[in-house]
């Protein structure tokens, strides 16, 4: 299984701002879309951001459009800048990498870091 290691959760007031990292296993995931979902307690994961391989453009769940910020570099690291959090976006956030775009916005995922805590305190 090629890891992907996510860093960056933490706790932070509403209004405040994290920046969660993705590294992955040198090229492995060249040609793969990579994004992020999140799990809350007592929900169902969802998808929340991906970034595609060749042109790197990034697409987002309604809910996170124009706070969250999904950026790729040539290692296939992720960055994922979110801005004006609210207590809603409290989960575990997940990296991970599918084969297809539209599959990862559907929910599938080939590839899963181990996840990272996001908690927003109101």
């Known amino acids: 299984q090629v890891p992907l290691v996510e860093s960056g959760g933490g706790l932070v007031q509403a209004g405040g701002s994290l920046r969660l990292s993705c590294r992955s296993s040198g090229g492995f995931f060249n040609d793969y879309p990579m994004g992020w979902f999140r799990q809350a307690p007592g929900k169902e994961r969802e998808f929340v951001a991906a970034?595609?391989?060749?042109?790197?453009?990034a697409h987002y769940a309604d809910s996170v459009k124009g706070r969250f910020t999904l950026t790729r570099d040539n290692s296939n690291t992720l960055f994922l800048q979110m801005n004006n959090l609210i207590p809603e976006d409290t989960a575990v956030y997940y990296c991970?990498?599918?084969?297809?775009?539209?599959?990862?916005?559907?929910?599938?995922?080939?590839?899963w870091g181990q996840g990272t805590q996001v908690t927003v305190s109101s």
């Open positions: 991970a990498a599918h084969f297809a775009l539209q599959g990862m916005k559907m929910g599938s995922a080939d590839y």
């Open positions: 970034i595609t391989s060749i042109n790197r453009v």
